[in-house]
């Protein structure tokens, strides 16, 4: 498998390159890409308490009823992207140097549609969602323990 580092046969320097492809394929490169799958769980925007917009029972979220926040949380389950206002199916996802960008099939009371979406993820509990043509509106959600 090449990861594009040159390992000359017999070569010292190539063995110190093996063992850094190992530690790359073990943890991943500092910019790994993220796929939804990495994703699943509850998800609250950064200024606001878990315990505010979800309930716990047998490790599985759910949405509290009458909730405040029910516009600046989610859950991740598969392939679907649950609101507290509409339902997203996972159409398609391409992998970027930090995150990943999809296509959600979304249907609310009043409509249904394809959504286009950016994620940046700089860890495994933080994700941020951001529009490509305007990389100033950006909203920072972190994963509910």
Not at 19 to 28: A, E, M
Not at 51 to 54: R, V
């Given at each position: 498998?090449?990861?594009?580092?040159?390992?000359?046969?017999g070569n010292?320097?190539?063995?110190?390159?093996e063992?850094?492809?190992?530690?790359?394929?073990?943890?991943?490169s500092p910019a790994s890409a993220t796929t939804i799958s990495e994703l699943q769980g509850a998800w609250i925007i950064n200024s606001a308490e878990c315990?505010?917009?979800?309930t716990k029972r047998n490790g599985r979220f759910a949405f509290k009823p009458n909730q405040r926040n029910?516009?600046?949380?989610?859950?991740?389950?598969?392939?679907?992207?649950?609101?507290?206002?509409?339902?997203?199916?996972?159409?398609?996802?391409?992998p970027t140097s930090d995150g990943f960008r999809a296509v959600l099939d979304c249907s609310t009371r009043m409509m249904v549609g394809a959504l286009p979406i950016s994620f940046r993820v700089p860890n495994a509990?933080?994700?941020?969602?951001?529009?490509?043509?305007?990389p100033e509106l950006e909203t920072t959600f972190t994963r509910c323990q």
């Open positions: 498998m090449d990861f594009g580092f040159p390992v000359p046969p010292p320097q190539g063995q110190r390159i063992k850094v492809r190992g530690v790359w394929l073990v943890f991943g315990s505010e917009a979800f029910a516009d600046t949380s989610f859950i991740i389950n598969g392939k679907r992207i649950l609101g507290a206002r509409a339902t997203c199916t996972l159409a398609s996802e391409k509990n933080t994700i941020v969602k951001f529009d490509p043509d305007f």
